[in-house]
């Protein structure tokens, strides 16, 4: 069970790292630091929504935009860190820093 809680926790830790590249490289599109046209940004840019798009389109579908601003992001992160804390609560009894 020990090693069941760990896979969980490092999966929603890698996803959420997976969320903030691709907020990341939005913004850097966005300011033209990173060149779409580019293949390599292109492949990086697809390979990263195919990952993100799953959970992200149901939550920006009930939450919109603010001033042009996606937030939903935000709030599967904060969705995911709820979900760690529950999975440590129940695997580790509260251990490791998720309260």
Do not use: E
């Amino acid at each position: 069970m020990y090693l069941l809680g760990q896979l969980l926790l490092w999966a929603i830790t890698i996803y959420t790292w997976i969320i903030i590249l691709q907020v990341a490289i939005s913004w850097l599109v966005v300011f033209k630091v990173l060149d779409i046209r580019n293949p390599k940004a292109r492949n990086l840019i697809d390979l990263l929504r195919k990952c993100t798009d799953p959970v992200m389109k149901p939550v920006q579908k009930y939450i919109p935009a603010i001033g042009g601003i996606d937030i939903s992001p935000i709030v599967v992160i904060i969705a995911l860190q709820i979900l760690a804390s529950i999975i440590a609560r129940i695997f580790f009894h509260g251990y490791y820093g998720y309260y």
